[in-house]
């Protein structure tokens, strides 16, 4: 098991290895294997690159965030402009049926809500916004549509769980009570955690993921 001072040094190397990520300007904490992230951002994707980097660290329990976005005045955006790119850029969208989300912007701060069938297309959503400029954060919000029977989507969450190469799929439990999936078990890394939640949403009818796994070293 690392120390909490080798895990400072790994988080610190992971994000200065990122590209997307002015690693100088954040700072790095560990207390008992929680990650602290804390200082100044140019923007919210360079907030969200630094966040997957540090959960990509092997032993890293949990994250906090203190990542402040803040911008230079020359690329400051009205509310109303950040709207209105934000309804280009979804309404470009392959992955996404026209008018299908909605948009609602305060304070830089997007909001996305509407419907859709698939898991994927939510995170196609807010993906498309992340990086425009001016936006300070994004609530994903989207609902999904109802579909199905509970006994064929476990069985294909476990079915997928084991073709995984990231996942050992012995150590996870699935349990489906109508749209809501539930996964419990053992885990060893973000990135197995990541894998696993990724293959109960990618089942049709999937409308929430509880994730009650634990992460051991």
Do not use: C
Request: no cysteine; proline share 3%.
């Amino acid at each position: 098991m690392k120390t909490d001072f080798e895990l400072q040094q790994d988080v610190s190397a992971e994000l200065g290895w990122e590209p997307a990520v002015h690693a100088a300007r954040i700072g790095v904490e560990v207390h008992d294997g929680v990650v602290t992230l804390a200082g100044q951002v140019d923007s919210y994707a360079e907030k969200w690159a630094a966040e997957r980097a540090a959960q990509r660290v092997a032993g890293v329990k949990a994250l906090a965030t203190e990542l402040k976005v803040q911008m230079a005045g020359p690329r400051r955006h009205s509310d109303t402009d950040i709207a209105q790119a934000a309804e280009n850029v979804l309404s470009w969208s392959s992955a996404l049926p026209p008018g299908a989300v909605r948009v609602m912007v305060e304070g830089g701060w997007v909001t996305l809500t509407g419907e859709v069938d698939w898991h994927y297309q939510r995170q196609a959503a807010a993906a498309s916004v992340r990086h425009l400029l001016g936006v300070t954060g994004v609530s994903e919000n989207i609902t999904l549509k109802p579909a199905v029977q509970p006994g064929a989507v476990r069985a294909g969450i476990e079915a997928a769980l084991q073709r995984s190469a990231a996942v050992d799929a012995d150590q996870i439990h699935v349990a489906v009570d109508g749209g809501d999936v539930t996964l419990s078990g053992l885990v060893h890394s973000w990135h197995e955690r990541n894998a696993a939640t990724h293959s109960a949403w990618a089942s049709p009818g999937v409308r929430n993921v509880i994730d009650r796994l634990t992460l051991v070293s």
